[in-house]
C-alpha cells in the first residue's frame, strides 16, 4: 500500500471540492441569492435563552410566520430602545411556546402573541411539530450543540450556498416536483424569492418577490391548497375550543400574576385568504372571545386605518417596506393606547 | 459531540495539533484522554462520572481478581464488575422497560399497580462502553489475559474517543498493546484516515440523513395502511438508512482512529451482500457478534453441547443481542427472528453443507447472488420489528409488504426514486466489493478516479446541509 496515489488524489480532491464550492456560491450570488439563516431548533433556542432580559429592555413575540414578516426587528429596536425576542415559527401553532413561558417561572416580560387564527386555534393536523422540536432542541441543547451553532452561524452569515431551505440537495430534489401518485400528500414548495431569514429570525421577501405577481401567485396557490385542506379537517368541537381557550387563559394568568404583560395581535391579510379567515373563523366567536376571556389588550389590523390599508401581496404577509409601517403603528398603539411603557421612544 | 458537526472538526484539529506536537507519549497519552473525557462530556457533562465509575470498578476489581486464587472470592469480584456494569446499563437503560413489563404484569394478575413513568435520560453509548469493560474482567476472570497495570492505559482503552459511544467494540488486547508505544500515522495513513472520514460523513449526512430517512420515517410514522409498493420502499430505505448511519459511524471512527496512529477493527464488510445470516453475521456489526460468540454463546456451550443445545444456545443469544439493541420487545423478536433463521440455515447445512460451501468458496456465482438477494429480503423482514415502534404498527407494515391489505399510496415518487435506487446502489456494491476493502479498492483505482469520487463525496456533504442529527446506534 505505499505508494503515493492518496496524496495526489488528495489534491485533486481539494482542487475540485474548492473550486466548485466556490463557483457554485459566485453562480447563486449572481443570480440574487442573498444570506439566510436556518430558522429551526438552534437559532429558535438562542433567541428563547434572551426571554430573562428585564422587562424593560426586551419584548417577546410568539406567533406564526405574520409576527415574523410583519415585525421588523430594527424599526422596533430603534423606536422603544428595545431587544425584539422573535420566537414566532412559520406554519405552527404558538400555544407550546405560550406554555413554556407560562410554566417557566423566571419569564416575567411583555409578550406579543400574534394570532393567526388557523394555526392559533390548532386545526391544522402537525402545526405543533417544528416548535415543539424547538422547544426539545432548547431543553436539551448539549454544549457542543451550543458551539456548533456559533460557528454555523458565522458560516451563514459569510456563505449564501449554505441556505438549507433553497439550496440544499433536498429542497434541491423537492424543487423538482416530479408528479406524485394520486392520493400522495406533499406540501407545495414556496418560490425561493419568499421568504428569507436573518439572524434575529425576521423573514422578508425579495425586491423580485414584491414587484413579480407571477412568484406572489405561486405563493396564493400555496395558500389555496391550503384552503382545500382545510375542508377536509373538521372544526373544533365546543368542547375543544372551550379547552383551548381554558388553557391559554390558564396560561395567560400564570404569566401576568408575575408581572408580564401580554397583547394579542392580529396582523393584516388581504383578499380570498382574508374572506376564507372570517368565514372559518369570525370575529365574535374568536378574536372577541379570546380577548374577553383573557382579558387582555389587542391590537386588530381592522381597527386601525394605517393597518387596514395595507396589503399583502400574496395575501398573507407584509412587504419589508410595509412592516416598517406596521412596526412603527404597533409600537405607537402599544405606547399610546394600551399603556405599554418604552426606554426611549424616539419618533413615530 | 457527534462527528458530523461543526464542533467536531474544531475539536479533531485541536486534537491532532496536540498529538503531533514534539510531546512526550505519557502526555500525549493525557491528552488523549482528557480529550476523550471532553468528547463524552460535550453531550451531558454529569454522565462522566458513569465512565469513571466503570473504568475504576473494572480497573481494581481485574486487579484483584488476578491474584486471588479463591474461587469464592474470585466470584464475588466477577459478580461486583457485572453488578456494577450491568447494573447501570439496566437502570438507566432498562429500568422503564423492566418497569412497564411489571405493571402489565400486576395488571394481568389482577392487581391494580400504576408507577409513575420514570424520567431517565439514557447516557450516550452506555450499552458500547459497558460491553467493552465486560470483555476486560471476563478475560481476567477466564484468565485469558492479565490485568492493566497502567490506570493511564485503562482509562484510554474505556474512553478513547473515536469508538467510545457507538463501536467498534474493542477488545483490551487490540487497543491497549497500541497505548505502549508512541503512535503517530505517516502522511498515507493520515490520509487513508482522512478519506475514510469523509467516506464514512458522507454515508450518514448525504446516504442515511438526506436521502433515506425521509421516506423511512414518512412510512414508519404514517398512520394509513400503506401499500405494498410504499411498505417496500420505507422498508428498503430503513435498511439502507441504518446501515449507512452505523456503517458510516464505524467508518469515521476507524478513519479518525488511523489519523492519530491507531488502528480500530472492521465493524462493517459490505453485509447486504451475505449469503446467508451466519454470513451477515460475520459481516454486520462483526465487533457486537463476536463480542456475543465469545462472551455469551460459548460460556453457554456453544456447539460443544450437543444439538439441541446449540440451537438453544443459538437462539438465546441473538435474543440477548436483540434485547441489546433497545429496551422493547420489538427489538427481542427482531434477535428471534435472526436466530430463527440461523437455526434453518444450520439445519440445511447440516444437512447438506449447501451454504457453508458457498460462504468458503467466495465465488461470485448466480446461486450465491440468488442466496444473497434472498437473504437481503429476508434481512428486511425483520428491520420491520426492528424499526417499527410497536407490534401493531410492525403488523401494519409487514401485511402491506405482503399484500394482505389494500393500502393506500403514502410515499411521493421522489421518496419512492430514493429508496429504490440508492438501495438497488447499496446491493450492487456489496456485491461487487463483498471480497475486499474499502482502501485495497481505492489503490487499485486511479488516483484521479478517486480524487474525483473523493471531492464528490465531499461536494454532496456540503450540499447536503444536515449537519447535527445523531447516529442511529447512540440510543443503544
Known amino acids: ?348 | 459531540m457527534v462527528f458530523n458537526s461543526y464542533t467536531f472538526i474544531v475539536f479533531f484539529a485541536l486534537v491532532l495539533t496536540l498529538h503531533y506536537l514534539p510531546l512526550a507519549w505519557k502526555t500525549k497519552k493525557i491528552n488523549l484522554l482528557l480529550a476523550s473525557y471532553l468528547f463524552y462530556a460535550a453531550w451531558n457533562p454529569p454522565f462522566i462520572i458513569l465512565l469513571w465509575l466503570s473504568t475504576v470498578i473494572d480497573y481494581v476489581v481485574g486487579k484483584k481478581m488476578y491474584t486471588e486464587t479463591h474461587v469464592a472470592k474470585r466470584r464475588l469480584l466477577l459478580f461486583i464488575s457485572l453488578a456494577g456494569n450491568l447494573g447501570l446499563l439496566a437502570f438507566f437503560k432498562y429500568g422503564g422497560f423492566l418497569l412497564q413489563n411489571f405493571t402489565g404484569l400486576c395488571q394481568l394478575a389482577g392487581i391494580d399497580f400504576q408507577a409513575a413513568k420514570p424520567d431517565i435520560i439514557l447516557p450516550v453509548g452506555i450499552s458500547f462502553y459497558t460491553f467493552q469493560t465486560l470483555s476486560y474482567t471476563l478475560d481476567i476472570y477466564l484468565r485469558r489475559s492479565e490485568p492493566e497495570k497502567s490506570l493511564l492505559d485503562f482509562s484510554l482503552f474505556v474512553t478513547f474517543f473515536p469508538q467510545l459511544v457507538a463501536g467498534p467494540i474493542v477488545r483490551p488486547g487490540q487497543l491497549i498493546p497500541q497505548f505502549k508505544q508512541p503512535h503517530t500515522a505517516t502522511r498515507e495513513q493520515m490520509l487513508q484516515g482522512l478519506f475514510l472520514l469523509s467516506l464514512g460523513l458522507f454515508m450518514k449526512v448525504v446516504l442515511a440523513d438526506s436521502l433515506l430517512a425521509g421516506p423511512a420515517n414518512s412510512m414508519f410514522g404514517s398512520n394509513q395502511l400503506p401499500s405494498t409498493v410504499d411498505a417496500w420502499a420505507g422498508v428498503l430505505a430503513f435498511s439502507g438508512q441504518i446501515f449507512c448511519d452505523f456503517a458510516g459511524y464505524s467508518t469515521c471512527a476507524i478513519g479518525i482512529a488511523l489519523c492519530l496512529g491507531f488502528t480500530l477493527p472492521d465493524n462493517f464488510l459490505y453485509p447486504y451482500a451475505a449469503t446467508g445470516f451466519s454470513d451477515f453475521w460475520r459481516r454486520w456489526h462483526i465487533t457486537l457478534s463476536s463480542w456475543l460468540r465469545d462472551y455469551l454463546y460459548i460460556p453457554l456451550g456453544g456447539n460443544r453441547k450437543g444439538h439441541a443445545r446449540t440451537y438453544i444456545n443459538l437462539m438465546l443469544t441473538m435474543l440477548l443481542g436483540g434485547l441489546w439493541h433497545g429496551a422493547n420487545w420489538t427489538f427481542v423478536v427482531w434477535g428471534g427472528l435472526h436466530g430463527f433463521y440461523l437455526w434453518i440455515e444450520k439445519f440445511i447445512d447440516d444437512k447438506t453443507g449447501l451454504v457453508k460451501n458457498m460462504v468458503q468458496s467466495g465465488k461470485k456465482t448466480i446461486a450465491a447472488f440468488t442466496y444473497a438477494l434472498f437473504t437481503f429480503f429476508l434481512i428486511n423482514i425483520t428491520w420491520v420489528f426492528f424499526r417499527a415502534s410497536d407490534f401493531a404498527s410492525a403488523s401494519k407494515v409487514l401485511k402491506g409488504m405482503f399484500g394482505l391489505h389494500k393500502g393506500e399510496a403514502i410515499l411521493t415518487t421522489l421518496d419512492l426514486i430514493k429508496a429504490f435506487t440508492i438501495i438497488a446502489g447499496i446491493f450492487i456494491v456489496h456485491w461487487l466489493l463483498r471480497n475486499s476493502k474499502v482502501l485495497t479498492v481505492a489503490y487499485k483505482a486511479p488516483w484521479w478516479v478517486i480524487g474525483i469520487v473523493w471531492a464528490l463525496l465531499l461536494l454532496l456533504l456540503i450540499w447536503s446541509q444536515e449537519s447535527t442529527s445523531s447516529f442511529i446506534y447512540f440510543q443503544f
Not at chain 1, 505508494?3 to 466548485?20: C, E, V
Not at chain 1, 452569515?157 to 408528479?179: C, G, M, N, T, W
Not at chain 1, 378574536?287 to 382579558?295: G, M, P, V
Not at chain 1, 412592516?323 to 403603528?329: D, I
Request: hydrophobic share 40%; proline share 5%.
Open chain 1, 1 to 348: 500500500m505505499a505508494n503515493p496515489s492518496l496524496q495526489k488524489a488528495a489534491w485533486l480532491m481539494l482542487a475540485i471540492t474548492i473550486t466548485t464550492a466556490a463557483a457554485w456560491e459566485i453562480h447563486l450570488r449572481k443570480s440574487g441569492a442573498s444570506i439566510s439563516y436556518d430558522e429551526t431548533g438552534p437559532l429558535w433556542a438562542h433567541h428563547r435563552k434572551k426571554v430573562y432580559m428585564p422587562s424593560e429592555e426586551a419584548t417577546v413575540f410568539i406567533g406564526s410566520s405574520r409576527n415574523k414578516f410583519d415585525l421588523d426587528t430594527k424599526t422596533w429596536q430603534d423606536l422603544t430602545g428595545e431587544t425584539p425576542i422573535q420566537l414566532a415559527q412559520e406554519g405552527n401553532c404558538p400555544l407550546p411556546v405560550l406554555d413554556d413561558l407560562a410554566n417557566d417561572k423566571n419569564f416575567k416580560g411583555k409578550l406579543v402573541i400574534d394570532v393567526t387564527e388557523g394555526l392559533f386555534f390548532d386545526i391544522f393536523p402537525g402545526n405543533r411539530i417544528e416548535i415543539n422540536n424547538a422547544l426539545k432542541y432548547y431543553k436539551e441543547e448539549s454544549p457542543a450543540q451550543k458551539l456548533s451553532f456559533y460557528i454555523n452561524s458565522f458560516l451563514e452569515s459569510k456563505l449564501v450556498l449554505l441556505d438549507k431551505e433553497y439550496f440544499s440537495l433536498s429542497a434541491k430534489l423537492k424543487a423538482l416536483q416530479i408528479p406524485n401518485r394520486k392520493g400522495v400528500f406533499e406540501f407545495p414548495i414556496f418560490p425561493m424569492e419568499f421568504n428569507h431569514v436573518n439572524f434575529e429570525r425576521q423573514s422578508w421577501m425579495t425586491d423580485r418577490f414584491v414587484n413579480d405577481t407571477s412568484l406572489q401567485q405561486q405563493v396564493q396557490k400555496v395558500w389555496l391548497f391550503v384552503f382545500d385542506m382545510l375542508k377536509n379537517i373538521p372544526p373544533l368541537s365546543t368542547h375543544d375550543l372551550d379547552s383551548v381557550f381554558a388553557s391559554i387563559k390558564n396560561n395567560v394568568d400564570k404569566i401576568q400574576a408575575r408581572g408580564g404583560k401580554i397583547v394579542f395581535v392580529r396582523t393584516p391579510s388581504n383578499g380570498p385568504f382574508w374572506m376564507g379567515e372570517q368565514m372559518v373563523f369570525p370575529r365574535e366567536k374568536f378574536w372577541d372571545r379570546l380577548l374577553a376571556t383573557t382579558r387582555c389588550a389587542g391590537i386588530h389590523f381592522t381597527d386601525y386605518p394605517v393597518l387596514k390599508e395595507l396589503i399583502c401581496p400574496e395575501w398573507s404577509h407584509l412587504t419589508p417596506a410595509d412592516a416598517v409601517v406596521h412596526t412603527k403603528e404597533l409600537v405607537r398603539i402599544l405606547h399610546e393606547e394600551k399603556g405599554w411603557k418604552f426606554s426611549t421612544i424616539k419618533s413615530r
